[in-house]
C-alpha cells in the first residue's frame, strides 16, 4: 500500500491542490489506485509490456500523473515470477522514466509554477528533470551556514560554494580553445600570464576588466565576439550567420574584421536575388529573416566544444519555458576557478540567459534564443557579489564608489 498511499499523499497536498474556484468549476480527478497499481507491476511479456506503454501515453501532464508515475518507478511491484534483472523489468523502468520526463516537459511548457511546485514535493533525481531552476536538491547535503536574507548574508555577499572544488581537465580541443583566448586576452594590453590554463585567462581578464579600457561590459564582449571570430576562422562565420541567424551576406569594403563576409559571397547572394520571380525584397543585404527556430537547439549542442575551457562539462536540458535551447552546466569552472560572478555575467551573448541555479554548488544555467534581463531586474540572478571576490573593491572604486557589493554588474 506504500504507493497508493504516496500517490494518494502527494494528490491531497496542498502545494499541488487546485485553487478551491477553479475546483468548483471542474471537479478534481479522483486518485485511481487501480491505475496507481498498475503502473507499479512488473511485466513478464511482451504483450504486459505493451499494455504497459499504452497505459503511460494515456497519462496527462498533470502533478497527480507524474506523482503515481514516481511511486511506480520508486516502488514497482514484483511480478509472480522473480524477474527484477531481467530484460522486461529494466524495459519498463526505462518506458516509465522516458514518459515522466515528456509528462514533466509539458507541464513545465503549460504551468511552470505548478512544475516547480510538481518537482519540489517529489524527489526526482535532478538529471532527469527537463529544467533545474527553482528545484531543490535531494541528493546532496549542504552544511548549515549562516543564516541567509534572499540569498546574501549580514554582508550583502553571498555565501561561497558549498561544495570541494571539482578537478577540471581539458582535452586537446579545449586547450586550443584556452591558449587561443589567451592569445587574445592579450591584445588587450594588459601583461601576459605564463600559465597556459583558465587560470591564467582568470588573470589576464581580471586585470582587464580592473583596466580603464576594459571596465565596461561592452569592452570584454568584444574581446569575446573577436576571439570567437578566431577561433571560427574567416569561413565559417558568413555562413554560420546565414544558417544560425538568417542574415542576409554584406559585403563592407571597411570591415577587416575576420570572419566579414566576403565580397564573392554577397555578390552571389545578389546574382540569385536579381533572378527570383517573386520575394527579392527578403534577399535585401544585411537584412536578418530569422534567428530561425532550430538556432537555440543548435547553439546548445555546439556550446559544450566551443566553451568547455571555460565552464566545465555540461549537458542538454530545456529553458525555462520549456523549450530547446537549454544547457545546464554541472559546476562553473571559470566559477570556482574565479569566485567571480560578474565576468561570465559580462562575458554571456546578450541572446543567452544566465543563471546560478544554485549558488551553493555554482550549477549554472543557460537558455538560449531568450533576451537576458538587467541583472537588477533579473530574481534568478544572485543579488551580490561572492564572498570570495578578489575583485570588489578595485570594482567599487573604477565604479566611481558606489556599492562594492554589485560592482562588478
Not at 38 to 62: F, H, K
Not at 200 to 205: A, S, T, V
Request: proline share 10%.
Amino acid at each position: 500500500m506504500l504507493p497508493t498511499l504516496a500517490v494518494c499523499a502527494s494528490f491531497l497536498s496542498p502545494q499541488l491542490a487546485r485553487p478551491p474556484a477553479e475546483s468548483r468549476a471542474a471537479p478534481q480527478p479522483r486518485c485511481s489506485v487501480a491505475l496507481a497499481l498498475t503502473l507499479g507491476q512488473q511485466p513478464r511479456s511482451a504483450v504486459e509490456l505493451l499494455q504497459l506503454a499504452q497505459q503511460l501515453l494515456a497519462l496527462e501532464p498533470t502533478p497527480l500523473a507524474v506523482a503515481q508515475l514516481t511511486d511506480a518507478i520508486d516502488y514497482p511491484r514484483p511480478a509472480a515470477i522473480d524477474d527484477a534483472g531481467g530484460v522486461m523489468p529494466r524495459l519498463a523502468d526505462a518506458l516509465k522514466r522516458q514518459r515522466r520526463a515528456w509528462l514533466l516537459v509539458a507541464l513545465l511548457r503549460e504551468d511552470r509554477d505548478k512544475y516547480v511546485e510538481t518537482v519540489s514535493f517529489l524527489k526526482i533525481p535532478r538529471d532527469e528533470l527537463p529544467n533545474r531552476q527553482a528545484s531543490p536538491h535531494f541528493e546532496k547535503s549542504f552544511a548549515l551556514g549562516e543564516p541567509l536574507v534572499e540569498g546574501l548574508n549580514a554582508e550583502g555577499l553571498v555565501p561561497d560554494c558549498a561544495l570541494e572544488d571539482v578537478p577540471m581537465g581539458e582535452n586537446p580541443l579545449e586547450a586550443h580553445t584556452g591558449i587561443a583566448l589567451l592569445a587574445r586576452a592579450g591584445e588587450t594590453g594588459v601583461s601576459r600570464n605564463p600559465e597556459r590554463s583558465i587560470r591564467g585567462l582568470i588573470d589576464e581578464m581580471r586585470r582587464f576588466m580592473l583596466s580603464a579600457e576594459g571596465v565596461a561590459a561592452s569592452s570584454q564582449q568584444e574581446v569575446l565576439v573577436r576571439t570567437l571570430r578566431t577561433l571560427m576562422t574567416p569561413v565559417l562565420p558568413p555562413f554560420y550567420r546565414i544558417f544560425m541567424g538568417g542574415l542576409v551576406p554584406r559585403h563592407d569594403p571597411g570591415d577587416s574584421r575576420v570572419g566579414a563576409d566576403p565580397k564573392w559571397l554577397a555578390d552571389g547572394v545578389q546574382w540569385v536575388r536579381a533572378r527570383l520571380p517573386f520575394g527579392r525584397s527578403y534577399l535585401e543585404p544585411g537584412r536578418q529573416l530569422g534567428p530561425w527556430f532550430y538556432a537555440p537547439a543548435l547553439t546548445a549542442v555546439v556550446a559544450p566544444y566551443a566553451f568547455g575551457f571555460l565552464v566545465g562539462p555540461a549537458s542538454l536540458n530545456r529553458r525555462a519555458d520549456g523549450e530547446v535551447g537549454g544547457l545546464v552546466v554541472e559546476k562553473c569552472k571559470f566559477l570556482q576557478e574565479s569566485s567571480c560572478k560578474g565576468t561570465p555575467l559580462r562575458l554571456a551573448p546578450p541572446s543567452c540567459v544566465t543563471t546560478i541555479a544554485d549558488r551553493r554548488d555554482i550549477e549554472c544555467q543557460w537558455s538560449f534564443g531568450e533576451a537576458a534581463p538587467p541583472p537588477d531586474e533579473d530574481p534568478t540572478w544572485p543579488k551580490g557579489c561572492v564572498v570570495g571576490c578578489t575583485s570588489r573593491e578595485a570594482m567599487r572604486e573604477l565604479s566611481g564608489g558606489g556599492p562594492a557589493v554589485r560592482a562588478c554588474e
